[in-house]
């Protein structure tokens, strides 16, 4: 259902599609490589469509109605999406996520009035998880709980909207589609999607090579709680991304992109660039850009280390 013209809800999606141009300097001649820009969704992530799709989904149920608060776990931009669009629909918001989460995300919750639960670090978000499935059982009057991991509207986003925007922007040229995995929602829906309008589309999904990493939001499946809405047989193949790597091209894409974009992006990038490398001419390979890096402002990782033995 198309949401009313004008009002915050009708921003979401419709991101550019855009063509990376100097970090692909040296792959093989006639292979393009491009990067939905979800950080420009109004709540600066890609995860404003699945928000928006689960509180919708709720809505129609009558499993949200007004008097409920939204409550979820979250690593933090799927609780920004549902902040934002509390406080724009008139719901309150209440979110569980790992104390470790950046500054600049818990900033940004409560400017926006959400309640925030920290949970484990170490846990990381499988931590938050546990709290709030406990906290929606204690008071099921209290809470809506999508359950953003075990919630179809998550991927059907996706499925709905981003497969079938990345289709007409590149004319339905696609041939690869890469995309790291944490709930899983964006990879399984715009999948599912790009298969049914080409099932020769080559879907690759990308993770961390660790249990310990440092790429927010993506989930080491091996490791991890994985999520209900994951389907392990949906990828052609799966690949690994290093944190290093992932934070060395989140700098590459802000200096010769001019795309500021987060350590997820910077992830996808690298896993569609190595890709790339090993491609045809012809070859049409897209991957997302799932946030804005004015969410990790605060890290240490924007500076590049000087050569051993080399002052700054």
Known sequence: MAESPGTLAAAIGNTPLIRLRRVTAGLPEGVEVY?????????????????????????????????????????????????????????AVTLCLPKNASLERKKMLRIYGAEIIETNPLEATDGAQRLARQLAAEYPDRYFYPDQYNN???????????????????????????????????????????????????CISMQPDSPLHGLEGMKHMATALVPGIYDPHLADANVEVGT????????????????????????????????????????????????????????????????EGKHP
């Open 152 to 202: 179809d509207a998550n991927w059907q986003a996706h499925y709905q909207t981003t497969a079938n925007e990345i289709w007409a922007q590149t004319g339905g040229r696609i041939t690869h589609f890469i995309a790291g995995l944490g709930t899983s929602g964006t990879f399984i829906g715009t999948s599912r999607r790009l298969k049914e309008l080409n099932p020769s589309v080559q």
């Open 35 to 91: 990067a939905k820009a979800e950080h420009l969704n109004p709540g600066g992530s890609v995860k404003d469509r699945a928000a928006l799709n689960m509180i919708r989904d709720g809505e129609r149920r009558g499993a949200l109605y007004p008097g409920k608060t939204i409550l979820d776990a979250t690593s933090g931009n799927t609780g920004i999406a549902y902040a934002m669009l509390g406080a724009s629909l008139g719901y």
């Open 244 to 307: 290093e790597a992932a934070q060395a091209m989140m700098r590459r894409l802000a200096r010769e992109e001019g795309l500021f974009v987060g350590v997820s992006a910077g992830a996808n990038v690298v896993a569609a660039l190595n890709l790339a490398q090993t491609l045809p001419p012809g070859s049409v390979v897209v991957t997302v850009l799932c946030d804005s890096g004015t969410r990790y402002m605060s890290e240490d990782i924007w500076q590049e280390k000087p050569p």
